[in-house]
Antibody, heavy 122, light 112 residues
Framework: EVQLVESGGGLVQPGGSLRLSCAAS????????MSWVRQAPGKGLEWVSG???????YYADSVKGRFTVSRDNSRNTLNLQMNSLRAEDTAIYYC????????????????WGQGTLVTVSS | DIVMTQTPLSSPVTLGQPASISCRSS???????????LSWLQQRPGQPPRLLIY???NRFSGVPDRFSGSGAGTDFTLIISRVEAEDVGVYYC?????????FGQGTKLEIK
């Protein structure tokens, strides 16, 4: 059974930093890209960042230069280092299992964690 | 970035009746490998998103067959053939053809 468990959320002051982690199990982690998606209170889904199986990284413009995504394939863990946090970064952050390369016909964005809440406030 | 536009944003539906949600992308979602990475997600209140449909029309494991997807290129549709009470929530289309992934604004499905 695929499981994704996020951790590391909490209350932080504007300008502060947090490091989120996502522990993955139930699938061959290093074969898959992974994504971080956030949801501000009462709002829709916003893709934040992704990393593919080769380690290539991608960011939304809203977080570029402030957030850094990484993965530890030996520990089946996805990380998101968030610096220079702003009030508008307040959201539930979800990790999601993304695509497999090469595409062998499997679904993508098929499993999501329960999310971890990040609140940026003074 | 690819912009995803959903209509309607709110859909009051009678139990047992069909519901339809449209999603339009600002550019073709056909990948260089020939696949079209358009998915539909359901988010029930207080829950994380759940995958319903991937690559336009493939139902994910465990998804009831009253959910179906269709479309091509830039225009896509999610249809619920007979709405049930458990279908209440917000539905999102998402493109995964390229980074950044982009979502539609969400369509709130409510029971009349």
């Amino acid at each position: 059974e695929v499981q994704l468990v996020e951790s590391g959320g909490g209350l932080v002051q504007p300008g502060g930093s947090l490091r989120l982690s996502c522990a993955a199990s139930g699938f061959t982690f290093n074969n898959y890209a992974m994504s971080w998606v956030r949801q501000a209170p009462g709002k829709g889904l916003e893709w934040v960042s992704g990393i593919n199986s080769g380690g290539n990284v991608y960011y939304a413009d809203s977080v570029k230069g402030r957030f850094t995504v990484s993965r530890d394939n030996s520990r089946n863990t996805l990380n998101l280092q968030m610096n220079s946090l702003r009030a508008e970064d307040t959201a539930i952050y979800y990790c999601a299992k993304d695509y497999r390369y090469p595409d062998v016909g499997e679904p993508l964005l098929d499993h999501w964690g329960q999310g971890t809440l990040v609140t940026v406030s003074s | 970035d690819i912009v995803m536009t959903q209509t309607p944003l709110s859909s009051p539906v009678t139990l047992g009746q069909p519901a339809s949600i449209s999603c339009r992308s600002s550019q073709s979602l056909v990948h260089s490998n020939g696949n079209t990475y358009l998915s539909w997600l359901q988010q029930r209140p207080g829950q994380p998103p759940r995958l319903l449909i991937y690559k336009i029309s493939n139902r994910f494991s465990g998804v009831p067959d009253r959910f179906s997807g269709s479309g091509a290129g830039t225009d896509f549709t999610l249809i619920i053939s007979r709405v049930e009470a458990e279908d209440v929530g917000v539905y999102y289309c998402v493109q995964a053809t390229q980074f950044p992934r982009t979502f539609g604004q969400g369509t709130k499905l409510e029971i009349k």
